[in-house]
């Protein structure tokens, strides 16, 4: 059962996690020229506080909690001793560029807490030998947004249609590491729909995914009401179903989704030119 990584703090949406099996609850606390460099796109900015980490950690019975720190800063030291004192069962270093950046964080975290490497930039993609062995890290979690920008390319998941998440899962396993990545929509939206990514999840042996805001979209007056949980319950299904596929369904699978993933590229690259003519 993969984690399902719920970003939140709203401490009754954090109960609610928590009676479910296999969450992991992601305060977020991450600032640091992330506006600058997702302007103009429909992406999640968070406006978490410190003091948040305390209020959700006390609302868990079972779930884990991560807490996604700034990149690293002077203030670095003084930000993780206050998210540790609170309870963080993880933290998560973000936009690294270099090994040195994450053996920094490693010194200055002292094994007080299992560490999750962040890949969002190209740096960090291509010199990953230099940093999957940094002591205390203990997960490498592929941010797709900013790592698709870092590499110049036009759709979220192109990174993955390029294979680069394969050797990225290989090397992550090879060192006894969690893997993650992304984050999945309800399972049939999106621009590559929520079944299709769980399916790539699967194929990697992927262990972690964060839930998109689509989670808990109100529906249509009139509509079937799907409480987040129901989502939740049909995201297990669909991955319990996932994990029956033979080998030669799977490479079906991969070879379709690449397809669907380069279609949706083209034609985002096409529009863009359009909007810049």
Do not use: Y
Request: one cysteine or more; hydrophobic letters at 45%.
């Amino acid at each position: 059962m993969m984690d399902l990584l719920q970003i939140t703090n709203d401490p009754a949406l954090a109960r609610r996690c928590d009676a479910l099996p296999g969450m992991r609850l992601f305060v977020d606390l991450e600032t640091h020229g992330k506006a600058v460099r997702q302007a103009g796109r429909n992406s999640f900015i968070s406006t978490h506080q410190p003091e948040d980490v305390g209020r959700i950690k006390a609302q868990l019975q079972r779930a884990r909690l991560m807490v996604r720190v700034n990149p690293l800063h002077p203030g670095t030291s003084a930000e993780l001793d206050t998210v540790l004192a609170q309870g963080a069962d993880s933290v998560m270093l973000p936009m690294f560029q270099t090994p040195d950046e994450l053996h920094a964080f490693s010194r200055i975290v002292a094994g007080r807490a299992p560490i999750v490497a962040l890949l969002e930039t190209a740096g960090a993609l291509h010199s990953v030998n230099g940093w999957i062995g940094t002591p205390g890290l203990s997960e490498v979690f592929v941010g797709l947004n900013d790592l698709h920008l870092s590499l110049g390319f036009q759709f979220m998941f192109e990174p993955l249609a390029q294979e680069l998440l394969d050797s990225v899962a290989h090397q992550a396993r090879a060192h006894g590491l969690r893997f993650g990545f992304g984050g999945i929509a309800r399972l049939d939206e999106g621009l590559l729909p929520g079944r299709d990514v769980l399916a790539e999840h699967m194929r990697l042996g992927s262990q972690a995914v964060i839930l998109s805001r689509t989670f808990h979209r109100p529906d249509a007056p009139g509509a079937a009401v799907q409480p987040f949980e129901a989502e939740v319950a049909a995201l297990r299904q669909a991955e319990q179903a996932l994990a029956t596929r033979t080998p030669s369904q799977v490479a079906a699978d991969r070879l379709r989704i690449s397809g669907v993933i380069g279609s949706v590229a083209a034609l985002m690259a096409r529009r863009a030119v359009e909007g810049a003519a």
